[in-house]
């Protein structure tokens, strides 16, 4: 599985379309404090099903609709769609005749997460599962989030023995 | 699934070890599963001596460090398993600007030798300079994040509006 | 030692809204004393909102608007209480280059203003050229540190070899 | 009280004999990764009348003693001078005749600490005084160490009380 295309809309600080084409190799994402870089790594961890909201920095998940500034109004939907590309054939059962894979999660507000695979309605845990079973997901230990590093060293040895978990 | 753990265990740690020699240019480190007698149980143990100094507690190392070790080790856990993608947030903040240069040796070297692809999100320029290509995420309106893509010569615009 | 309690905490939060204002170049934050029916129990509860956003809870903000929001109420507490010295070790570490300059803009102004000495520990180039003098801290022999004062034009030198 | 210089030999990597000197306006300290600058104002908490292990990040207080490297060895002895200028009348009754004051503490491996003001042996209480009558000392919140600030933020609302505490 390669990932391609991050798509959001209405997900945190990013209220309108927004696309993030991902190629091989080192991508940089840069831009001053507050504008929005640890939103898109939200984005990707959520969109794979993640089901902290604490994780998400928020009390509960209806926390990564855009809520509004001092000149818009709060959206009651947001929507994230990941691109995959499936030409190494190791989606699960149902999906791997596809070349192309498009997970989409939706929530809205008050009324929960909605998740499809290429347009199919499917559970979380589908999803879960399909990236599980290619060493990524919501909990992969490829994704470092802000201030992750940090926490690894102050954790307690029984607490870092989740890494080892991961990559078995 | 104990057997499981100790292999990963294993190949995590001989992963772990080289890269810290690579990171630090030198020194020894190693991993311990430390106390209860099931591994399921256990803990993860770090110790680490950079270049010319005594073994010790990962607490007397300095904050940059603290911060190339356990980056080895998530390396180390990620060479043993790798993902389809990797994503860095701000995890050079602490580094000087020689060790700047080694993590980013490091991430070309494994972007260069694997189908991962990787997003590092970072305010060193020296970083924003070691990647393939660069996106800027601005909010010229207050509160809402737009993303451009940005060739390097825009990146110096981009960073004076920063 | 509640009226001397509840007395610090006013001018604290008066400061504190002043001096968030400065860093963010706007928006409004202040500080709440919460829970226990005795403050000498109770809590400290930060409520912030940067220019053109809503005001929110403080794991909402981003890492570098956390950092500067914590730096306006340790400011705070200095400027209530002030001390002789004052020694900021990598405070600037998340802070994106516009905000590192407000950071040194307020720095200077209180080294300016009062008795106070301040030591700033950096790895911020811009941080390091608004300083009235520079020492460097080398291990030229490992595991050995050794203190060497440093004019401007050898601080490009002394980063090279950092 | 205005702090003038401080000076180390023994005390953790600084193993020779140093000196920082501490001038009005603003003092930059940089260097690489692990070379010691952290040390410095862990020496400077430390002369002030430190009493936790924890805070200057060791397990016992001899680990702030020159532990050796792979060409040196141990050192059982390290010494921390503060040097201030006292003419602004602040210190205690039995010092206040001078205008200069000169805070050591010294600390022997396997026999505890021991304080000087100029020269006369003192107990830690009357140096932990001196400085808190000052506005300073080991718990002053204008020593902002190296992860201080990501602390304040992840404290609980009872634990940033110290800081107004401190302040009154
Ligand atoms: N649901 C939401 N609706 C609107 N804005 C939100 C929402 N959740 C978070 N935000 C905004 O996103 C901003 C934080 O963005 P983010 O953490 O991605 O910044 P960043 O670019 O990573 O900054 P830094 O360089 O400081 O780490 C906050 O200021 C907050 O106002
Ligand atoms: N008792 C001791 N004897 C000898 N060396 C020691 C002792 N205690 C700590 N050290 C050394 O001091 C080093 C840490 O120094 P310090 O934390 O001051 O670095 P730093 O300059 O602040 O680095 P950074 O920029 O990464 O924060 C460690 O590598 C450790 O080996
Ligand atoms: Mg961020
Ligand atoms: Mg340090």
Redesign the pocket.
């Known amino acids: 599985l390669d990932f391609v295309k991050l798509r959001l809309v209405g997900f ?2 990013f ?1 309108e379309n927004t696309e993030l084409v991902i190629e091989p190799g080192m991508t940089g994402v840069v ?10 790594v ?1 984005a990707l961890r959520w969109v794979m099903g993640e089901t902290s909201a604490k994780r998400m ?2 009390d509960g998940m209806d ?7 001092s000149r818009r109004p ?1 959206r009651n939907l947001a929507e994230v769609t990941l691109s995959l590309d499936n030409s190494s054939r190791t989606a699960p059962a149902g999906f791997n005749d596809n070349n192309d894979l498009e997970i989409t999660r939706r929530i809205e507000r008050g009324a929960g997460s909605e998740y499809r695979i290429n347009g199919k309605t499917v559970r979380a845990r589908d999803v879960q599962l399909l990236f599980a079973d290619n060493a990524s997901g919501a909990n992969s230990p490829a994704l470092v989030s ?1 201030g992750q590093v940090g926490a690894l060293i102050r954790a307690k040895p029984q607490d870092r023995r989740q890494l080892l978990e991961e990559a078995a | 699934a104990r057997e499981r753990l100790l292999a990963s265990f294993q190949t995590v740690n001989t992963h772990f070890q080289q890269l810290f020699v690579k990171m630090f240019g030198g020194g020894r480190a190693h991993l311990e599963l430390t106390e209860a007698e099931d591994p399921l149980e256990a803990g993860l143990e770090i110790f680490a001596s950079p270049p010319g100094k005594r073994l010790q507690i990962l607490t007397l190392l300095s904050g940059g460090e603290q911060a190339l070790t356990a980056l080895s080790l998530l390396f180390g856990v990620f060479l043993t398993n790798p993902a389809p993608i990797c994503v860095l ?2 995890v050079d903040a602490p580094l000087d600007e020689a060790n700047v240069g080694r993590f980013c040796d490091l991430v070309q070297d494994m972007a260069a030798s694997r189908r991962t692809r990787f997003l590092v ?1 970072t ?1 060193h320029r020296l970083t924003m300079a070691r990647t393939d290509r660069l996106f800027g ?1 601005t909010m010229s309106e207050q ?1 809402v ?1 737009q993303l451009v893509s940005v060739d390097l010569r825009g990146a110096e615009a981009l960073r004076a509006i920063g």
Request: aromatic share 4%.
């Open positions: 945190k600080s209220v831009g001053p404090n507050g504008c929005g870089k640890s939103n898109l939200e920095r928020g926390d990564v609709i855009f809520g509004g500034t709060a802000q | 947030d701000e999100i305010h995420v509160g994040s």
